[in-house]
């Protein structure tokens, strides 16, 4: 069954194989919700199995359940009422660990199969996935669907496929021979190589994109070997007990132990996720979130191989433009899209104190500040329209944030909380802009997640490069961002984010936005700079999740076969 799986998406992975070079546009995964890709009573069906999860038991047989635990609410006003099994890290643990040996003599065809074809059977369950991100992360349905059904998939497959090509690198079986001279045999050795894993995997998801930065660690620890204890954020967990729900369904169908996938549940209350990441049977751990809890365990968990996703603070450079409205559009879609929740939404914006040039006319700073208000304003200004792109605040503490945020500068738009029809308990807010000054480090110094930004009044356009140069250095970023009609500013901003460890966009004025990114083109995150020690995807992601064992005999004398 395992190579059954292997053959029946081969292609599929041999057209990732070829993408991950070309980095061009590719996606097996269709990422429109139409009735003509995912069927005519697909959403309706996923809504429905969503629906029919609420307020019950979230049953999953796992060695070492004691007892329920959950307490998700969506942003759009409801408890979701759902319960999952607790468990044991004592009980759990071992029945992780005993599934080792057989996952390792899958085979890495056999895994990479499975792996294929459990992301074909979450493709399959988009709509019901989409249904659950959005009731627990506050994505809006569109990017619930997009983000946490087909553009996670791919980076699952992405992660799947670099794996596949570093453990392919070395063949099963080699013959070893060594020439001894004139009328002297060959020194001849039978070589093996055994792929093998480095053990217990360990992946800690984040409430804001639950899928799509749960599925590159999942995926890649999973292909090269390593059972995965998935432990979601205690606010988000349902997207991922459906993704090992059918996990396992895949893995028992295959004859594998369904526990090389399991669930590890818990509340804000009473959080598990020091405990396992010091357990010695954990030697990979993924993570999402904090700086604070991603440095701890970068600190702490010595004995695994940690791979961190942590905060930054990303900026755009604002020099110039010949499109100011297609640039002020572009930085309002961006600054409202799912309110900023994403690590990659810049929230610095520095621009001249005397202004920019836009096509003939000179624009003062309070122009440019006006231009991408007036933006935000008009893309938020009807609220049955905005929240389909704003979404809803999913932390409690982000709310705390903007309304601290009024005490940091000028109030350039004010944050507006929204009442829609569909959900009126939602938590819908507008994005707030502040004007403030280069001098004021201490307030746009550090990441202020959620829809809060920063119109920076620097000396200059090399002020302003040096700045992001230097705050990249020092807090981290996913994304840079630079407007200029001047081919020497742009090359001094591209060599200051190649210095500093930062993907860089210049000039977005359409359809593609600074805090978005494709698989099998773009990487994201760099692994370079203190925002994140990894990228997704690329061959140091996956090659350190495995070792090489050989072993060697003599083969027979080449007289003799």
């Known amino acids: 069954m395992t190579n059954e799986f292997f053959e029946r998406h081969r292609d599929m992975l041999m057209k990732a194989v070829e993408m991950t070079a070309s980095r061009g546009y590719w996606s097996p995964f269709k990422e429109v919700p139409s009735p003509k890709v995912y069927g005519e009573t697909a959403q309706k069906d996923g809504e429905a199995a969503f629906k029919a999860r609420l307020n019950k038991k979230f049953e999953i047989d796992q060695p070492g359940a004691e007892g329920f635990v959950g307490a998700e609410r969506s942003p759009y006003g409801f408890d979701l009422g759902i319960e999952y099994p607790k468990m044991n890290l004592d009980k759990l643990l071992p029945a992780v660990e005993a599934a080792i040996p057989g996952w390792r003599k899958a085979g890495v065809e056999g895994r990479v199969g499975i792996c294929l074809e459990i992301l074909s059977r979450l493709n399959k369950r988009s709509f019901e996935i ?3 991100v959005m009731q ?32 392919s690198r070395t063949p099963e079986h080699a013959l070893w021979e060594k020439p001894q001279g004139r009328d002297k045999p060959s020194l ?19 409430a804001t994109f639950p899928t799509w930065n749960t599925y590159p660690g999942l995926f890649a620890s999973l292909a090269t070997g390593n059972p995965v204890v998935v432990k979601p954020h205690p606010r988000a967990i349902l997207p991922a007990a459906i993704t090992v729900e059918i996990a396992r369904e895949v893995l028992k169908e295959a004859g594998q132990d369904p526990n090389i996938v399991t669930l590890l549940a818990d509340t804000l209350e009473a959080p598990v996720s020091k405990d396992v990441a010091l357990r010695p049977e954990v030697k990979v751990i993924d993570y999402t979130g904090s700086t604070q809890f991603g440095d701890w365990l ?4 010595r004995q695994a191989q940690v791979y961190t996703e942590k905060a930054g603070v990303n900026s755009v450079v604002i020099d110039s433009t010949d499109n100011i409205k297609g640039m002020s559009m572009n930085l309002a879609f961006t600054v409202s899209l799912y309110s900023g929740q994403m690590c990659t939404t810049p929230q610095n914006f520095f621009i001249p104190k005397d202004g920019i040039q836009a096509g003939d006319e000179h624009l003062s700073f309070d122009d440019v500040a006006a231009a991408i208000a007036k933006g935000v304003e008009k893309m938020t200004g009807d609220p049955e329209k905005a929240w389909h792109l704003l979404g809803g605040i999913q932390s409690p503490d982000t709310l705390k944030r903007i309304e601290d945020a009024k005490a940091l500068g000028d109030v350039v738009l004010d944050s507006k909380a929204l009442k829609i029809e569909a959900f009126p308990d939602a938590v819908i807010r507008t994005p707030m802009l502040i004007k403030t000054d280069s001098s004021k480090r201490d307030v746009w110094g550090e990441e202020r997640f959620g829809p809060i930004y920063f119109l920076i009044a620097t000396e200059n356009t090399d002020e302003s490069i040096r700045i992001v140069e230097d705050l990249v250095e020092e807090k981290g970023a996913i994304t840079s961002g630079i407007y200029s009609t001047d081919e020497a500013v742009l090359d001094k901003m591209e060599d200051a984010v190649i210095k500093a460890g930062v993907a860089l966009s210049c000039n977005l004025t359409g359809g593609v936005y600074v805090n978005q990114t494709a698989a099998f083109s773009d990487y994201h995150a760099t692994g370079a700079n203190p925002a994140a020690n990894a990228s997704l995807s690329d061959a140091a992601f996956v090659a350190n999740r495995f070792r090489v064992v050989q072993s060697r005999r003599h083969a027979l004398p080449e007289a003799a076969e």
């Not at 001849?188 to 984040?206: E, N, Q, S, Y």
């Open 298 to 301: 970068e600190d702490n968990a």
């Open 130 to 132: 989409a249904f659950s």
């Open 136 to 167: 627990t992360s506050g994505q809006a349905f569109m990017m619930a669907f997009q983000a946490g059904g087909p553009h996670a998939q791919d980076r699952g497959l992405e992660a799947v496929t670099y794996a596949y090509m570093e453990m």
């Open 188 to 206: 001849r050795m039978d070589k093996t190589f055994h792929i093998i894993p480095r053990g217990v995997a360990l992946v800690i998801g984040c």
